[in-house]
C-alpha cells in the first residue's frame, strides 16, 4: 500500500499512526478475503519482513484486528486467524438479529427525522458507489464495511445504546464477510435495503420491522450455503 511504501523510501515523513492503519488494513484484507485462512497462525516477524515493516505497527494491528474478533491471541503460540463461525453459531447470530434488529428498525422508524433519514439514505447509496473495486476481495470487504455502516446508521437513530452495543460486540459483518466470500450477495442485498428506506421514507414502522426481519431472513438463506 502507498502509505507503507512512502514509509519505505523516505524514512520518517509518514506518521506512525498512518503506519499502522495501513498495516492493520493489510492484514485485514487478507483475513477478509481468506488469504490468510481461518485457523492460520499469524507470525509476527514474517509479517514484518514480508510488508517491510517494524513489528511495532504488525502487534499494534493485530491487538486492533484482536478487539475486531478477526484474530486470536493464545499464549505461547501467538496469534492466528479466528476460526470461521461454526453452522450452529451462525443460526444464532442470525437469531439473535433477528431478536434485535427488526424492532431497532420500527424504533428507527417512529423516530427518524429528515436529517437522520438522509444518513441512512447515504450510507445506503456508499454500498453502490466508489470506484471499481481492482479485485473481488477488495470488492467484498467494501462491501462488508459499508454494509455495517447501513446497519449501525439504523441502530443509531433507534437509540438504544445496549442493544446497539450488543450487536456491535458481535462484530458479525467480518465473520459474515468470511463466510459468503464465494457468493454472490451484494445485489440481492441491495434490493433489500431498498425496501426498508422506502418503509422509512413512509413513516411506515410495520413495514420497516418486516423489511428488516425479511432482509436478515433472506441473508442467513443466502449464506446457509457456506455449511452445504
Ligand atoms: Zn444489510
Known amino acids: 500500500m502507498a502509505i507503507a511504501k512512502d514509509r519505505d523510501q523516505k524514512g520518517g515523513f509518514v506518521r506512525p499512526s498512518s503506519i499502522a492503519a495501513s498495516i492493520h488494513e493489510q492484514i485485514y484484507q487478507r ?5 490468510i485462512p481461518p485457523g492460520a497462525r499469524i507470525p509476527i516477524d514474517g509479517l514484518a519482513r514480508e510488508l517491510n515493516v517494524s513489528q511495532t505497527p504488525v502487534r499494534e494491528a493485530l491487538t486492533r484486528l484482536e478487539r475486531e474478533g478477526l484474530v486470536r491471541k493464545a499464549h505461547l503460540i501467538g496469534y492466528s486467524a479466528s476460526p470461521q463461525l461454526t453452522h450452529k453459531e451462525f443460526d444464532d447470530l442470525y437469531r439473535f438479529r433477528l431478536m434485535l434488529e427488526p424492532e431497532s428498525a420500527r424504533q428507527a422508524c417512529l423516530k427518524l427525522t429528515p ?5 441512512i439514505e447515504s450510507a445506503a447509496a456508499d454500498m453502490e458507489k466508489g470506484e471499481q473495486p ?4 477488495s470488492r467484498y470487504s467494501r462491501f462488508a464495511r459499508a454494509d455495517a455502516h447501513f446497519h449501525d446508521e439504523i441502530l443509531k437513530v433507534a437509540d438504544n445504546k445496549f442493544v446497539r452495543q450488543a450487536l456491535n460486540d458481535q462484530h458479525i459483518h467480518l465473520h459474515i464477510f468470511r463466510l459468503m466470500f464465494h457468493s454472490r450477495v451484494t445485489q440481492e442485498a441491495l434490493e433489500e435495503h431498498e425496501r426498508l428506506l422506502a418503509a422509512f421514507r413512509a413513516g411506515d414502522a410495520d413495514g420497516a420491522f418486516q423489511a428488516m426481519h425479511d432482509h436478515i431472513e433472506r441473508s442467513r438463506d443466502r449464506l446457509a450455503a457456506a455449511f452445504e
Open 134 to 137: 481492482v479485485d473481488r476481495n
Open 31 to 35: 483475513i477478509m478475503s481468506l488469504e
Open 115 to 119: 436529517d437522520t433519514l438522509a444518513r
